[in-house]
Every structure is written in structure tokens, then in C-alpha cells.
């Protein structure tokens, strides 16, 4: 083997290289540090840009309650409108300083005062909400599924409350064409094999009707405003069978993840009582802090239900209504609480005195719901049933449809006031008590005054709970269904495909309805606030109503198999596109990428690349950048930091310095001795690349 100066194949840069390499390494370090000690940026909020202009402020609506027609004393047997006694009714009755509800009957006996002269009292200024979310569904093939859509989840899991005879599907969620939120439900087999959440096992199941629910759960919650939406009900008003719905639910308790609503659904009490003690998970009388929940605060997860919507045929007055003013269509609002009242009525009857809740108010073709006041809770691990269960409520009125609203856009309206302990200057520091008010096309339907339940006694109360919405429709043979099974029928198996026994226990209709599915529509949903109320609050954890924690450290309550966490982060852009062939084949054109299905050219751009995926731009994500972003634009709970265990990092004066010291010490450690070892290697045979030149014979030889 001839013998030859060894060559370096990859040279070192030179030491300029190397100095203006590393002087680059420390400005961005530098950067970095600096940029890690700025403040962030203050977040887009909540609110659509598409929601309009006139649309960003709300007044409350009145209440008008409905009140008994006025007695008539000419239908009474004496009719007689000159007897005496009715002179004497006439001039015994007191002049009204004030009119009244409905107009009399009979003139008064003296004449109404005078109108005054005087200046009016000053009255309070009208409450005014501001918008703090909106959703107007806009922009077309928008999806929900984990991981898509800062505002809502649409679940992929089966649901196995309720006697569900449906799977919940997030292809079942999308944006149409025309700007509307679409639940579709259709009769479609899902075979699942999963655990049972109720009858706790593992279980192989096929379920024919598959639907969908949207849950904005621990991504937007509000603590107190106004809710309103505009929606067109599926299906037909005379078929029973979906249960379409619009409602509200702590966010300490997921729905269909069973798990975290034992103990949990519906409590609203901060009362330490020997029930609540045992049957309330996080009661008044917890004495220590956990999970960043504050000692004697009982916690629960309270419903709101804007409606729950039941079609049918069966009329007010007959049948299961027999003695309701209500029947089929009707929309169920409700407030749905424990601990519940002992004695309650018996389904199906009216409420005696003192066993039903005072200070309810109901509107125009609205009764109370005396075919359901609540439930009994009973779960199967409770090792002391006679002290952990527990009795809830549905404080409910229902409101009577008709054909108009299925199909059809209609405005439904909810108002939440949260009870104040302390009260306010304008109140003279009283205690309040809170309300809830439920709307139908700005008519009063429905008023739960938190005084009734205080009166009650059982220590619940108007919620003050951050609570996410839900949109669903469900399909269960609870409701809607016939109440008894047809002869010969053994009402186990619902399916519109099958034989007698699978398809007899539908109501009538029901599957020639689903021969084509059924779509539940949502124009759009905002939540206003009163911005001087600083009881009213956006986020899924408050400094009042902490619930970060608490679902961090149960995180399998909150998950299915399968899950690493409850929730998926957010995918930004990367879903595959098309490029437009038009836009391809012009080489001039400047928008040579904008996308076909990136959500528009002001959302979304397709990257030219092998395989094409969606780049959004600002304000927009998801995997096609059809979902407008959202945040909470206060962060009240945010995630631990080391400073939140005491740790204290230096201040910029010393990040500086301690970058500029670590800059010495690399050139101390690694380019002086890599000089030295390049000038050792030059004087033992070791040139650089760019000096070595090849010995004469290898140059004779070609080698």
C-alpha cells in the first residue's frame, strides 16, 4: 500500500464561518429569550367576523306572563246589570291608581287620576348585553370532529343514556351551502364494541340510527347572559320518535361520559346537609382543598334546557296530556337540579300545596310539565344507597308548537342571572337570588326564580356553574315513543329495517319518515353578556367556579377507550386539497394557489406540493381552515407554569447577560481549541481541503 497524505472529505468551515455561525446562533437565542419574558398577544375572542352589525348588543325582554281571563259578574245568575247589588260591587270597589293588567269590566266608581305634572322618578338605565360569542356557520363544509373546531366537539361515540337506540356520529355534523349548522339523523347501522357506561361491561352492539351532538364542553363556557339562537326543527310535527335539543351543562360533567356525572348531575348547592354530605361529589361540606376547589363551595354540573322538543300526535287533554292544557308538539324548558324536594307529586298530577316550587312564572300556551318532575339517581357502586342517592328535579313548563316550527327558522332565547351574595350599590347590597328566563320568538315562556328555590328548602340554587351548550338530536325509546307496547310487541329491538318485532314499537309514521334523513338546522348561536356584571363570565374555569384541575386529575372520566386525552389539540391546516386546473394552467395568474377546498381565498391557501394540504391564514383553522378561530380573551385558570410553584426566572437584565456570558464561554470551549487543532494538523502533514494539493505520482497516475 502506497502511503499518501490523508485528505479531509468534509472540511470544517473556515474560523469567519465559524464566528458568524455562532454570532447567529446567539442572536436568535437571544430573540428567544427575549420574546419567552414579552406578554402574549391578546386573543381573537369568541365572536364571528360574520356576525352583523346589528346583532352585537341585546335588551332583556319583558315578562308577560299568562294570567286567567278576568271574571265576568254579568254571567252569574242575577244579570241583572241595574240590581242593586251590583250598584253596590260598583261603588264599593277602589279607584286604581295605576292601570290594570286587562281592562276592566265595569267603569269605576270615581274617575282615574289626573295625569301628574311632576317629573317622573328617575329610573334605572336599561340593561344593555354585549356579543361574546358567535357562531353564524357561514362558511360551507366546515367539520366538527375532535381536533377541528375551536368552538364545538361533535362526539364519535355511542350513547348508552336514555335507552339511546342511536350512535353518535361526527360526519353527521356539517355546514351546508346555505349557512346553516345541519344535525343529520338517519336510520344507518353502526356496530360498536366498547363498555357498557350503565351496565358496566364490554359489549358487542349495533345500533340503526345514527345522528349527531355538538358540545363546545371545556372549550367555551359562560357563567351568566343571554343565550340565543335560530334554528328549524327536524322531521314532522305529527310523527314522535327524535328528540332534538338545545341546552346547557356544567362543565364539571361531560355528557355520555358517564363517569364524570355520578354525584355530579344536576347539583346546585352550596348547603351542607347531611344529603349532600354523602351524595353530592364536591359538597359545602369539604373542608380542605382539592384539585383548586375551594372548601365549603359545593360543586355540581345543573341543566339548563333552552327545549327539548317531542312531536306527536297526542293531543292536549287526551292521553298522556289528559290533564294538561298541552299536548304534542310541545318544547320542554327547564331547569334541572338537585338536591330535589320531598314531597314531590306523582307523575301525571298536579302539584298539591307546598310539594312544588313557588315563584314560577309560564307565558302564553304554556303548562307545567306534570308528566315529569325528575329523577331518582342511583348508581351501582354505591356501597350505601339509603345515603347516597339522591332525588333531582326538572323545574319544566312546556310550551305548545305547531307544524310551523319544524322546518322552518324560529328564534328560541334563554336569560341567566346568577345569585349575588353580597348584592350591589344599586340594591342596597341585598342579597339576590338569581333567575332564569326562557323565550320563544321574543314571547315570554317561561320564569324560575331563584327565591322559589331558597323557599324550597333544599338548599339548591339558580346556577352559577360555567356551563357549555349542546346540539343534539337523539333518538330514544323514552320519548316520543308509544308509552305501552303494542300486543304481540316485545319492544326490545328498534329497527326501521327489520321484521315485525323490530320495527312494531315505533309511533306511527316514524320510519317512513327516516327514508331519507332528517336534518336539524341552526342558523346561527350567540351568548351576550352585561359587561359591567362581574359575576357574568367566559370560560370553562373561574375564579369562583374552578374546574381545570379537578378534570385534569379524573381525565378517565372524561374519556373514551382508546383516548390519550379528553380533547384532541387543534389541527391548523394540513387537510389534503385540490388545486384549481384553471389556476394551474395560467401561469400569469397570481393566485396560482388558491385553494379548492381550503375554505375560500380568504381563509385558506393549497400548498402546490406532492400531496397538496391546506395552509390557513389568519383567524382560520381546522384541517380545510373552514373554522373560524376562538378564544377566551381572559384566561382565568391558565395551565401551570414553574412560576406557579414558586419559581421566579431572572430578569431581562440578567437573561442578557447570561446570554452574552454563555457566548464567551462557547468560544472558550469549542473555537479556540478547534484554531489550535487546525494549526497543530498543518505542521504534521494535515492541510485544509482548499490547500491540499496531491502528490506528484498521484497526479501522474490519475489515482
Not at 320542554?332 to 300545596?353: C, D, F, I, K
Not at 331518582?376 to 356501597?383: A, G, K, S
Not at 379524573?554 to 384553471?582: F, R, V, W
Request: aromatic share 10%; proline share 9%.
Amino acid at each position: 500500500m502506497h502511503h499518501q497524505q490523508p485528505i479531509i472529505s468534509n472540511p470544517p468551515p473556515t474560523i469567519s464561518k465559524m464566528i458568524s455561525s455562532l454570532s447567529s446562533l446567539f442572536l436568535l437565542t437571544t430573540t428567544a429569550l427575549l420574546l419567552t419574558t414579552a406578554p402574549a398577544p391578546t386573543s381573537a375572542g369568541w365572536i364571528d367576523p360574520d356576525t352583523p352589525a346589528c346583532a352585537r348588543t341585546v335588551v332583556p325582554l319583558p315578562v308577560v306572563p299568562n294570567r286567567p281571563p278576568p271574571k265576568d259578574d254579568s254571567r252569574k245568575k242575577n244579570n241583572s246589570t241595574d240590581s242593586s247589588s251590583s250598584k253596590k260591587r260598583r261603588r264599593n270597589r277602589p279607584p286604581t291608581d295605576t292601570p290594570t293588567f286587562y281592562p276592566t269590566i265595569e267603569p269605576s266608581a270615581l274617575p282615574s287620576l289626573a295625569p301628574s305634572t311632576a317629573t317622573a322618578s328617575p329610573t334605572a338605565p336599561q340593561r344593555v348585553y354585549d356579543l361574546v360569542f358567535s357562531d353564524e356557520f357561514n362558511v360551507p363544509h366546515r367539520t366538527f370532529h375532535d381536533g377541528h373546531d375551536p368552538r364545538w366537539t361533535a362526539l364519535e361515540k355511542n350513547d348508552y343514556t336514555n335507552d339511546a337506540q342511536h350512535y353518535y356520529s361526527g360526519d353527521n355534523a356539517y355546514t351546508d351551502t346555505e349557512g346553516n349548522l345541519v344535525i343529520k339523523s338517519e336510520a344507518s347501522d353502526t356496530t360498536i364494541v366498547g363498555f357498557n357506561d350503565v351496565q358496566y361491561k364490554k359489549e358487542r352492539v349495533t345500533k340503526h340510527f345514527k345522528s349527531a351532538m355538538l358540545q363546545s364542553w371545556n372549550k367555551f363556557c359562560f357563567t351568566g347572559g343571554v343565550m340565543e339562537a335560530e334554528m328549524a326543527l327536524p322531521g314532522k310535527h305529527d310523527v314522535g320518535g327524535l328528540w332534538p335539543a338545545f341546552w346547557l351543562l356544567g362543565n364539571l360533567a361531560r355528557h355520555t361520559y358517564v363517569g364524570s356525572s355520578e354525584h355530579v348531575w344536576p347539583w346546585s348547592s352550596s348547603v351542607c346537609t347531611e344529603k349532600s354530605k354523602t351524595a353530592q361529589l364536591i359538597s359545602a361540606c369539604d373542608r380542605v382543598e382539592h384539585f383548586g376547589l375551594h372548601k365549603g363551595v359545593g360543586r355540581g354540573a345543573p341543566e339548563i334546557d333552552i327545549f327539548e322538543v317531542q312531536a306527536g300526535s297526542i293531543k292536549a287533554n287526551t292521553g298522556n296530556f289528559l290533564k294538561m292544557p298541552v299536548g304534542q308538539p310541545f318544547m320542554s324548558s327547564s331547569y334541572q337540579v338537585a338536591p330535589g324536594r320531598l314531597p314531590r307529586p306523582g307523575e301525571g298530577w298536579w302539584p298539591a300545596p307546598g310539594q312544588w316550587y313557588n315563584n314560577l312564572t309560564g307565558g302564553m300556551n304554556t303548562s307545567v310539565n306534570i308528566v315529569f318532575y325528575g329523577t331518582y339517581n342511583h348508581f351501582r357502586d354505591d356501597t350505601n344507597p339509603a345515603e347516597q342517592d339522591y332525588w333531582s328535579d326538572a323545574i319544566s313548563y312546556n310550551r305548545q308548537l305547531n307544524s310551523s316550527h319544524f322546518g322552518n327558522f324560529h328564534k328560541y332565547r334563554m336569560e341567566w342571572e346568577v345569585p349575588d351574595e353580597v348584592g350591589t350599590k344599586e340594591n342596597n347590597f341585598t342579597k339576590t337570588y338569581g333567575y332564569i328566563r326562557w323565550f320563544l320568538d321574543d314571547e315570554f315562556v317561561l320564569e324560575v326564580k331563584g327565591e322559589g328555590l331558597n323557599s324550597s328548602g333544599t338548599g339548591a340554587e339558580i346556577s352559577s356553574e360555567p356551563m357549555y351548550m349542546l346540539l343534539n338530536t337523539a333518538i330514544s325509546s323514552q320519548w316520543g315513543f308509544p308509552s305501552k307496547c303494542p300486543d304481540m310487541c316485545p319492544c326490545k329491538t328498534y329497527n326501521c329495517r327489520g321484521g315485525f318485532q323490530e320495527t312494531c314499537g315505533f309511533s306511527e309514521g316514524f320510519c317512513n319518515m327516516l327514508q331519507t334523513p332528517v336534518e336539524y338546522k341552526v342558523n346561527w348561536v350567540r351568548v351576550y353578556q352585561d359587561k359591567n356584571d362581574p359575576k357574568q363570565k367566559v370560560g370553562c374555569s373561574t375564579p369562583e367556579r374552578p374546574t381545570r384541575k379537578f378534570i385534569e386529575a379524573h381525565e378517565k372520566k372524561y374519556m373514551q377507550a382508546g383516548d390519550e386525552h379528553p380533547l384532541k389539540k387543534i389541527q391548523n391546516g394540513g387537510g389534503p386539497c385540490t388545486m384549481s386546473p384553471s389556476a394551474n394552467n395560467n401561469t400569469n395568474n397570481t393566485n396560482s394557489t388558491l385553494p379548492k377546498f381550503c375554505g375560500g381565498p380568504t381563509r385558506g391557501v393549497c400548498q402546490p406540493k406532492s400531496p397538496s394540504t391546506c395552509k390557513c391564514l389568519d383567524g382560520w383553522t381546522g384541517p380545510h381552515c373552514t373554522n373560524p378561530m376562538g378564544y377566551d380573551d381572559i384566561l382565568w385558570d391558565p395551565p401551570e407554569t414553574l412560576a406557579d410553584l414558586g419559581f421566579r426566572g431572572p430578569s431581562l437584565k440578567l437573561v442578557s447577560g447570561g446570554v452574552v456570558f454563555l457566548g464567551l464561554l462557547v468560544v472558550g470551549l469549542f473555537v479556540a481549541p478547534m484554531v489550535f487543532r487546525q494549526r497543530r494538523r498543518a505542521t504534521v502533514g494535515y492541510v485544509p481541503v482548499r490547500g491540499a494539493v496531491a502528490p506528484e505520482y498521484e497526479r501522474k497516475v490519475g489515482i
